[in-house]
């Protein structure tokens, strides 16, 4: 968790070294900002599904607390393995939905249906964000290079017009590339990129829970089950 806003800092301050921090307000240019950016932004919500959008939102929240562990449902599993109808419930979703089916009186088999349904859909929440990014990153640059275009047209426009005013032309053209560049380069393939690397680690930590609630849902000795979870939490 600690390496994300440390990254993000890094970056930050490569990009304002880079550019200069006397030559700041050259970058900022108002039109680029709010055609690169306000673009972009406006793609996002073009392109992605509104479920797509929310479970972007959550699974980037996500990336700022710690990562799931095993460890902290191991108590819980013991639990549920000496008693399925009589332990606390698990703050862990794929957990406490599990318990929800075993209170229902659902069937064993119908169990493995719902409980392997159930861990799909969570597991396809990391996958909308990540695919919402990956679809996104290709229109910054383009919707920058739409910009140095634009810019390229008021330019010639403005030829006959004193050089006063080629040098703002000038800037709006070559400030909408570099943004256009920085969002998909800077921000929104790194994002995607932390996303996938989270995504692996909790779709190991759903995978041993599963596993271990198959145990408990065929009646396995809680002996047989503590072990198993002793070597998961390894």
């Given at each position: 968790m600690f390496s994300l806003p440390l990254g993000a800092v890094m970056t930050i301050a490569i990009f304002i070294y880079a550019m200069g921090i006397q030559?700041?307000?050259?970058?900022?240019?108002?039109?680029?900002?709010?055609?690169?950016?306000?673009?972009?932004?406006?793609?996002?919500?073009?392109?992605?599904?509104?479920?797509?959008?929310?479970?972007?939102?959550?699974?980037?929240?996500?990336?700022?607390?710690t990562p799931l562990h095993f460890d902290q449902v191991r108590k819980d599993l013991l639990s549920i393995a000496?008693?399925?109808?009589?332990?606390?419930?698990?703050?862990?979703?794929?957990?406490?939905?599990?318990?929800?089916?075993?209170?229902?009186?659902?069937?064993?088999?119908?169990?493995?249906?719902?409980?392997?349904?159930?861990?799909?859909?969570?597991?396809?929440?990391?996958?909308?964000?990540?695919?919402?990014?990956?679809?996104?990153?290709?229109?910054?640059?383009?919707?920058?290079?739409?910009?140095?275009?634009?810019?390229?047209?008021?330019?010639?426009?403005?030829?006959?017009?004193?050089?006063?005013?080629?040098?703002p032309a000038l800037a709006v053209a070559m400030t909408a590339t570099f943004f256009g560049l920085m969002i998909a380069n800077a921000i929104v393939m790194p994002l995607s990129d932390r996303l996938q690397v989270r995504q692996i680690s909790d779709g190991n930590y759903l995978q041993n829970i599963y596993q271990v609630l198959l145990l408990i849902n065929q009646d396995e000795s809680s002996h047989l089950i503590e072990e198993e979870v002793t070597s998961r939490a390894g």
């Open positions: 030559n700041l307000g050259l970058y900022l240019n108002v039109h680029s900002i709010i055609l690169v950016g306000g673009g972009t932004l406006a793609i996002l919500f073009f392109t992605s599904p509104i479920n797509a959008l929310r479970n972007l939102v959550r699974e980037t929240k996500n990336l700022f607390s000496n008693g399925k109808l009589t332990a606390t419930k698990s703050s862990d979703e794929l957990v406490a939905y599990a318990q929800d089916l075993w209170e229902q009186g659902i069937s064993p088999d119908l169990f493995v249906v719902l409980i392997s349904q159930k861990r799909k859909e969570i597991e396809q929440r990391a996958v909308d964000a990540i695919q919402c990014l990956k679809n996104l990153a290709k229109y910054p640059p383009a919707l920058g290079m739409a910009g140095t275009v634009m810019g390229i047209v008021t330019l010639f426009q403005s030829l006959d017009g004193g050089k006063d005013k080629i040098g």
